[in-house]
Each structure stands twice: as structure tokens, then as C-alpha cells.
């Protein structure tokens, strides 16, 4: 994001909250070799973005601490604790970072992805992921609001009010009707099996972090 640009038009705060949501999502995917190896920045950017919030990233740095300092040994640590906890089924799985796992009616693939492409859709998005995740997975929702914020900000640059209300009422409503309608129970099943603390305290951040820009943008957050 060009911060030297949207300055101009935008406060720091509206800035950091668009990054947030692309930190955020960084910090679900599969851990690789590159991405341990930036962690500890990623770490200090976060603390950097949270600062003078209401938003605490204490369990962060907690639990950081505790896991292995050597990155091949941390990278082997990350890699079997997010396969235990979002893809290995047996018996089952044990927290599906996917939309689609927490509906009332236990359907799968039907409803929530297919509800989410229509989202991406109406925003002017094709689905694409890099990491070759479902539309529905959480690093690619987070990614989308990265993704909203960013056209908003581009909309008061581009002095085009009606598309900067438009992002904005986009922004409203996935956050509503989609991330806090699952994020919620997907964080309390993430701290039951988590075993390493990492991925608990990154649950517990985004869980936070969306119930307050709930509360910053005017919504009446689901229960956490």
C-alpha cells in the first residue's frame, strides 16, 4: 500500500486499519521457510499497527517466545501444529479455518463459498489465491477486506465518493454477514486444540481485531 499517497486523503488510523487485515491473514497461512523467517518482523509490525488500540497483542509475543528460536526447528513446530489444527481430519478436523464448516445445517460446500464468490463478485473481484486456498478460508476473506479497504482509499484519492460508499457498504456487510457470523466459533476451537499457543493467540487477535472494527464501523458485532 502506497502510505506517502493515501496520507493525504486518509488518517493514520484509517491506513493502519486496511493493513491490519493483510497482517492478519499472513500470519494464518502455511507456515514456510520464508515466512518463519520474517516472523519476528511480522511480530513487531503488528505491535506497531495495534499500538494506542484497544486491541492487546500481548498472547502474540507470549507465545512467540516460547516456541523454538532456531527457524528450522520453529518451522517444524508451525507446520505440524497448523496441520493438526486446519488439515488433518483424523478423527476429525479439529478447527476448518472454512466458512463453510460452520453452518447450522453442517453442509460442507454448498451455501457459505458459494454466498462468498457472490461477495467477491458484486466487489468487482475474480477469486484468486496464492496459496491455492478455498474461496471460503479465512487467510482469503481477511485478504478480501485488505482488499476493500484498499479500493476505498483508492476511491477518495480518485475524488469518487460514490464508489468510496459503495467499498465502504461492501466492507459493512462481509464483515457482518460473513466473518463474525463463524470467526467466533472458529477461535474457541483453536484455543481448545491448539498445543503450541501460537495459533490461539493468533485466533484470539483476529477474533478482537474484527469485533472492535465491528464496533469502529458502526455494526452490532454476533456474540464472541
Given at each position: 500500500?502506497?502510505?506517502?499517497?493515501?496520507s493525504?486523503?486518509?488518517?493514520?488510523?484509517?491506513?493502519?486499519?486496511?493493513?491490519?487485515?493483510?497482517?492478519?491473514?499472513?500470519?494464518?497461512?502455511?507456515?514456510?521457510?520464508?515466512?518463519?523467517?520474517?516472523?519476528?518482523?511480522?511480530q513487531?509490525?503488528?505491535?506497531?499497527?495495534?499500538?494506542?488500540?484497544?486491541?492487546?497483542?500481548?498472547?502474540?509475543?507470549?507465545?512467540l517466545?516460547?516456541?523454538?528460536?532456531?527457524?528450522?526447528?520453529?518451522?517444524?513446530?508451525?507446520?505440524?501444529?497448523?496441520?493438526?489444527?486446519?488439515?488433518?481430519?483424523?478423527?476429525?478436523?479439529?478447527?476448518?479455518?472454512?466458512?463453510s464448516?460452520?453452518?447450522?445445517?453442517?453442509?460442507?460446500?454448498?451455501?457459505?463459498?458459494?454466498?462468498?464468490?457472490?461477495?467477491?463478485?458484486?466487489?468487482?473481484?475474480?477469486?484468486?489465491?496464492?496459496?491455492?486456498?478455498?474461496?471460503?478460508?479465512?487467510?482469503?476473506?481477511?485478504?478480501?477486506?485488505?482488499?476493500?479497504?484498499?479500493?476505498?482509499?483508492?476511491?477518495?484519492?480518485?475524488?469518487?465518493?460514490?464508489?468510496?460508499?459503495?467499498f465502504?457498504?461492501?466492507?459493512?456487510?462481509?464483515?457482518y454477514?460473513?466473518?463474525?457470523?463463524?470467526?467466533?466459533?472458529?477461535?474457541?476451537?483453536?484455543?481448545?486444540?491448539?498445543?503450541?499457543?501460537?495459533?490461539?493467540?493468533?485466533?484470539?487477535?483476529?477474533?478482537?481485531?474484527?469485533?472492535?472494527?465491528?464496533?469502529?464501523?458502526?455494526?452490532?458485532?454476533?456474540?464472541?
Amino acid at each position: 500500500m502506497n502510505t506517502n499517497i493515501f496520507s493525504q486523503i486518509a488518517s493514520e488510523r484509517e491506513i493502519k486499519r486496511v493493513s491490519i487485515y493483510r497482517l492478519l491473514a499472513w500470519g494464518l497461512a502455511y507456515p514456510t521457510a520464508e515466512r518463519v523467517a520474517m516472523i519476528l518482523t511480522w511480530q513487531e509490525t503488528v505491535e506497531q499497527v495495534f499500538a494506542h488500540s484497544s486491541v492487546s497483542t500481548q498472547s502474540i509475543a507470549t507465545a512467540l517466545s516460547l516456541l523454538p528460536q532456531d527457524e528450522t526447528d520453529l518451522l517444524i513446530t508451525l507446520q505440524m501444529e497448523y496441520e493438526h489444527l486446519f488439515i488433518n481430519d483424523a478423527p476429525e478436523l479439529l478447527a476448518p479455518p472454512y466458512a463453510s464448516a460452520y453452518t447450522h445445517d453442517g453442509d460442507i460446500v454448498k451455501y457459505p463459498a458459494r454466498s462468498i464468490l457472490e461477495a467477491y463478485r458484486q466487489a468487482e473481484v475474480s477469486f484468486y489465491s496464492e496459496s491455492f486456498e478455498l474461496p471460503d478460508h479465512l487467510t482469503v476473506q481477511l485478504e478480501f477486506m485488505h482488499h476493500l479497504g484498499t479500493e476505498t482509499l483508492n476511491a477518495k484519492y480518485l475524488n469518487r465518493p460514490e464508489r468510496v460508499g459503495m467499498f465502504e457498504a461492501f466492507q459493512q456487510e462481509f464483515l457482518y454477514q460473513h466473518l463474525l457470523y463463524w470467526v467466533p466459533a472458529w477461535r474457541i476451537r483453536v484455543a481448545k486444540a491448539d498445543r503450541v499457543g501460537f495459533y490461539a493467540a493468533l485466533a484470539q487477535l483476529i477474533g478482537d481485531w474484527l469485533t472492535t472494527d465491528a464496533h469502529n464501523l458502526g455494526l452490532l458485532p454476533l456474540a464472541d
